[in-house]
């Protein structure tokens, strides 16, 4: 099995991993990280969203080997220390989950969106979450959530 | 999915090598077609060369009347590049309608072409602005390089490094999403060089994508959309599916070459 050095939440770690394995079943199975959620396996849901080098992808549409050499950020990665990141802060004052499978996803999408688009306003919003669903329909809350962590 | 070999690579000429050595072997960019193919067991190459790491591939360059955009390149890259986006506005809001952020993060230019999706909308982009596909082996006129249904000119280990664009006057790229998927149920690409108009078409023919050169010779007569309007696609040969009959499907089609053609007048 090949050899990977990966940076996980700022931590470097080398280790073998199977060519197969996806990322998010190694950032679950192997390294615990269970914040990061299987949804649909489809790339449709964007439960398993994570940061590769900043940038948000879907964990469960790459593999592992795919991440050698590179610095991946999870949910678990986000907050400092006891405070949390602006946006979980966000998502919890404007109660932006219901049962809360989407929201590593959504969090890691926000955070994503949030880095790109300046001057965000509600319909660039909703158009930048296509690749996140939410099976409560929550949107109204997540929308004013990630709408008021761009206003920070 | 099946296991398979994995081979990181830095150069065309170990992914030669490589595609020459193994028989079932398959290029790895982005991942965002594959990846989804294998975990299907739809495919299941025995090596993958992982060419996102090769530097000659991974460049935007622009040659005053084309541009040339290297095989590795995202589809975000290609929506926020600044050359893009002065050049050929179109081409980078094409690019940005494509799945989600988070897949246009991962998916390549070269990926899209060299699958050659009958949904795809880059194809659209190859045909209207008059592209030539660099292979390791040859340069080829997107004309014939789309042959059908997931089938292009591309030969047994032959690898796509770049796509020339020529910049046209003005464009518009107009497409109806699939609300799902955000494949385009129809896409249609309107570009007007000096001299002509080219019009392709995605999403609806049964043999994926086609100049359609009826509008095209409406459009080089006169770019008006009364002479846009007198042009309907026949939905003979137009697929049909649950999302969509054929009638449906033709007649999206014109809608949004109309919108195309709304944009450009």
Known sequence: ?152 | MYNFIYEKVNTIEEVEKLLNESEEAKILAGGQTLIPTMKQRLASPSTLVDISGVEELNFINDNGNSLTIGSTITHHEVSSSDIVINKIPSLASLAEGIGDPHVRNMGTIGGSIANNDPTADYPTACLSLNAKIKTNKREINAEDFFIGLFETALEENEIVLSIEFNIPKKSSYMKFPNPASRYAMAGVYVSVFDDTVNVAVTGASENGVFKWIEMEEALSDNLSLENAKNIKLSSEGVMSDIHADSAYRANLVDVMALRAVENLI
């Open chain 1, 1 to 152: 099995m090949p050899t990977v050095n990966i940076n996980v939440n700022g931590q470097d770690l080398s280790t073998e991993v199977e060519e197969r394995q996806l990322l998010v079943h190694f950032l679950r199975d192997d390294m615990d990280l269970t914040g990061t959620h299987v949804g649909c396996d489809t790339s449709q849901c964007g439960a398993c969203v994570v940061h590769l080098e900043g940038k948000a992808v879907k964990s469960c549409t790459m593999l592992a080997v795919q991440a050698n050499g590179k610095n991946i950020t999870t949910i678990e990665g986000v907050a400092d220390g006891d405070n949390l990141h602006p946006v979980q802060e966000a998502f919890r004052d404007h109660h932006g989950l219901q049962c809360g499978f989407c929201t590593p996803g959504m969090i890691m999408a926000a955070i994503d969106i949030i880095n790109r688009k300046p001057n965000l306003d509600e319909k660039t919003v909703r158009e930048e979450l296509e690749g996140n669903l939410c099976r409560c329909t929550g949107y109204q809350n997540i929308v004013k959530s990630i709408l008021a962590a761009a206003n920070k």
